[in-house]
């Protein structure tokens, strides 16, 4: 018998109801989300998304990205009734409405010249990660968009030795319990480091294989060479498992890279090694069940999600395909999942687009905690 999930009374039930047989998860798309956004505004490339702990969903996209036709109605002359960029950060309710919206310049930081990735960490702060050309920072906020710390400096890129600075970083994930941050870095640096969550110290860092990082120039992506020894550009996403496993998204090497915390190598698990495009492994979430037992992949180059087990690397289901219809990609970028299993997805180059993917199946999730 199966049983959809997709309502979140019901996924609750079954989280009452005690085990049930496992099956990876199935996704459709809802449609109808986000809602339309008011005041004439229109999304630029979404670059980034997130989950609060109340389910809200958070995006960054990037404004300057719009054509003068897209932004028409904010030119002056206006030439058109629609549109005008919206803020670069997003909050919706879980049905799509739009909650909160605020970002771009201000005193005391430096805000990214092109924005990429949002996370949210266990207290509730929003970190702002970009990949414009002079961009090397980190920018942490309230959910009101109130400034609290920048780690690192926008200004010329400098190399992955380089500690006071970052190199276009993609994204981030959290240690809570050691108070650490972890940045996929990046863009032109070729390695994860670790600063203190709330002073920004530099605690550490590594590159492919845990063995110190380099600025190699490497050819490009060859799926008959042997594995590179390099982390490529970008280093696009880092997850951390409750178990304490570290996944890193070596997109353009086709690869995750698997470590412990101290940055030693645990394992690799290629993923579709045959894309030569612009790579397979953009983002990573994992499957909110106790054992988080699924990664979930998106896949800009082959644009779709593809289900993994996190144990072997197993492609257990997927969806999405090219297009620009509802539930179709162009240049999935990141993803996201709620409580419920739900999946949040944000498209770049054209795409410009969130989408919200309902989870179908039997499967039991593990209860958040406060």
Known sequence: MRIVTALPALACLLALAGPATAEPPRFQVDPSW???????????????????????????????????????????????????????????????????????????????????????????????????????QLLKFTPEGKFVMQIGKSGPQTDSQDTTRLGKPANVDFDMAANEVYVADGYFNHRIIVFDRDTGAFKRMWGAYGKPPTDDKLGPYDPAAAPSRQFANPVHCVRIARDGLVYVCDRTNDRIQVFKKDGTFVKEILVEKNTRANGSVWELALWPDADETYLLNADGANNEVRTLARDTGEVVGAFGRNGRMAGQFHWVHNLAIDSQGNVFTTEVDTGKRAQKFLALGQFVLRKRTP
């Open 34 to 136: 986000p809602k339309p956004l008011p005041n004439d505004w229109i999304m630029g490339q979404a670059a980034g998304v997130a989950v609060d702990a109340q389910d809200h969903v958070w995006v960054v996209q990037r404004p300057r990205t719009l054509t003068d036709d897209e932004k028409a109605a904010s030119l002056d002359p206006p030439r058109t009734k629609c549109c005008r960029p919206a803020p670069p950060v997003l909050e919706f309710a879980q049905d799509g409405t739009l909650l909160r919206s605020w970002g771009g310049p201000g005193t005391g930081y430096d805000w990214p010249s092109n924005e990429h990735g949002i996370q949210i960490d266990g207290q509730g702060f929003l970190w702002i990660a970009g990949n414009g050309e002079q961009d090397g």
